[in-house]
Nanobody
Framework: QLVESGGGLVQAGDFLRLSCAVS????????LAWFRQGPGKEREFVAG????????VYSDSVKDRFTISRANAKDTMNLHMHGLKPDDTAVYYC???????????????????WGQGTQVTVSS
């Protein structure tokens, strides 16, 4: 089970931190990622981090503004979002891939587990 938190309504240029709490019945390692889906858009990759943290990938649209991190001991993942823009408005989803824990991947289909999402709205 994946549960996101931290979304909200902010102004352009503001900061938000999203968190994902992971509850699993498996001891297998897993990659975690954030995806988002804006109004009328397809779900898109935002950032991903491998089990060890050695593989981190960002989409071009958030690179240099967002930072992904994880704390395996606490089964949590965070996304620090700086310099938010109206185009960042979307529902943000946490996702887990248990088959490729060594690499962060942008492919939606590779993620087997998903949270319900948290809304982020950025006003101009």
């Amino acid at each position: 089970q994946l549960v996101e938190s931290g979304g909200g309504l902010v102004q352009a240029g503001d900061f938000l931190r999203l968190s994902c709490a992971v509850s699993t019945r498996t001891s297998r390692p897993y990659t975690l990622a954030w995806f988002r889906q804006g109004p009328g858009k397809e779900r898109e990759f935002v950032a991903g981090i491998s089990w060890s943290g050695s593989s981190i990938v960002y989409s071009d649209s958030v690179k240099d503004r967002f930072t992904i991190s994880r704390a395996n001991a606490k089964d949590t993942m965070n996304l620090h979002m700086h310099g938010l823009k109206p185009d960042d408005t979307a529902v943000y989803y946490c996702a887990a891939d248990i088959n490729r824990p060594w690499m962060a991947d942008e492919t939606v289909e590779n993620y087997e587990y998903w949270g319900q999402g948290t809304q982020v709205t950025v006003s101009s």
